[in-house]
């Protein structure tokens, strides 16, 4: 004969380990669930990051106020590189804009650099150099305007950046850069200088991270966004 009770407490034990049961694979779920979020994160903030188009190679090149720069001296910094010269009627006044609202977007960000580079070194001497960046207002200790030997020149930009630059003379069709934002050219198609009026972003492992028309404004947000992302990576 069954002792009084014994269904009750049948049925409560039963309750107990049917709760526990439900504890332990709701935990379980939500570990899961927990596990998978966090993976959707990771891949989101992977697949946000700037993809990588090549290494720069190593460069030497003077500044206007004298010093010499260096891919070393970028190496651990964040980096946004554009072609221009000084005497430029086109869009070269207008990347210098550009780049002095970057500085002053960035003015916070202390890893960040900006680097100009002069096409047509054989005019733009450092002094000029100087009277240049003074017209943007440039943080000489993080704005550098560069000079050098032109076939140098020429080749880093062609090779090591990969931006179009066509020599004085040198007849070619505009149609050979892509859409017209891409270049900036002077004059007429066989104008004496030819080059590439988009901004380079360069990451602290001299890694080439992005290209972005600097005539165009949500090119520009976006290089502000990608540099945000590359401050962040380690």
Same mark, same amino acid.
């Given at each position: 004969?069954?002792?009084?009770?014994?269904?009750?407490?049948?049925?409560?034990?039963?309750?107990?380990?049917?709760?526990?049961?439900?504890?332990?694979?709701?935990?379980?779920?939500?570990?899961? !669930?927990?596990?998978?979020?966090? &993976?959707?994160?990771?891949? $989101?903030? /992977?697949?946000? @990051?700037? *993809? +990588?188009?090549?290494?720069?190679?190593?460069?030497?090149?003077?500044?206007?106020?004298?010093?010499?720069?260096?891919?070393?001296?970028?190496?651990?910094?964040?980096?946004?590189?554009?072609?221009?010269?000084?005497?430029?009627?086109?869009?070269?006044?207008?990347?210098?804009?550009?780049?002095?609202?970057?500085?002053?977007?960035?003015?916070?960000?202390?890893?960040?650099?900006?680097?100009?580079?002069?096409?047509?070194?054989?005019?733009?001497?450092?002094?000029?150099?100087?009277?240049?960046?003074?017209?943007?207002?440039?943080?000489?200790?993080?704005?550098?305007? !560069?000079?050098?030997?032109?076939? &140098?020149?020429?080749?880093? $930009?062609? /090779?090591?950046? @990969?931006? *179009? +630059?066509?020599?004085?003379?040198?007849?070619?069709?505009?149609?050979?850069?892509?859409?017209?934002?891409?270049?900036?050219?002077?004059?007429?198609?066989?104008?004496?200088?030819?080059?590439?009026?988009?901004?380079?972003?360069?990451?602290?492992?001299?890694?080439?991270?992005?290209?972005?028309?600097?005539?165009?404004?949500?090119?520009?947000?976006?290089?502000?966004?990608?540099?945000?992302?590359?401050?962040?990576?380690?």
């Amino acid at each position: 004969m069954a002792k009084p009770g014994t269904p009750v407490l049948e049925k409560a034990l039963w309750g107990a380990l049917v709760l526990v049961l439900v504890l332990v694979v709701g935990t379980g779920v939500r570990s899961v !669930l927990r596990e998978r979020a966090t &993976a959707r994160l990771k891949l $989101a903030s /992977e697949s946000a @990051r700037p *993809p +990588i188009h090549g290494v720069v190679p190593d460069f030497s090149f003077s500044a206007g106020s004298g010093r010499r720069v260096e891919r070393v001296d970028l190496l651990g910094k964040i980096w946004i590189v554009n072609l221009f010269y000084t005497h430029c009627p086109d869009t070269c006044p207008l990347q210098g804009a550009e780049m002095a609202k970057l500085q002053a977007d960035l003015s916070t960000e202390p890893d960040v650099r900006l680097v100009s580079i002069t096409v047509d070194p054989a005019r733009d001497t450092p002094e000029r150099l100087s009277r240049y960046a003074g017209r943007f207002k440039a943080d000489l200790e993080r704005w550098f305007f !560069l000079t050098g030997e032109r076939e &140098a020149i020429h080749r880093f $930009a062609k /090779e090591g950046l @990969r931006l *179009p +630059i066509v020599d004085p003379g040198e007849k070619v069709r505009a149609r050979t850069f892509g859409p017209a934002p891409a270049a900036a050219h002077h004059g007429q198609v066989s104008a004496p200088l030819v080059h590439s009026s988009r901004f380079v972003l360069v990451d602290r492992k001299a890694r080439i991270r992005g290209y972005y028309e600097s005539t165009d404004r949500e090119s520009l947000l976006r290089l502000l966004e990608d540099v945000k992302a590359l401050l962040r990576e380690e």
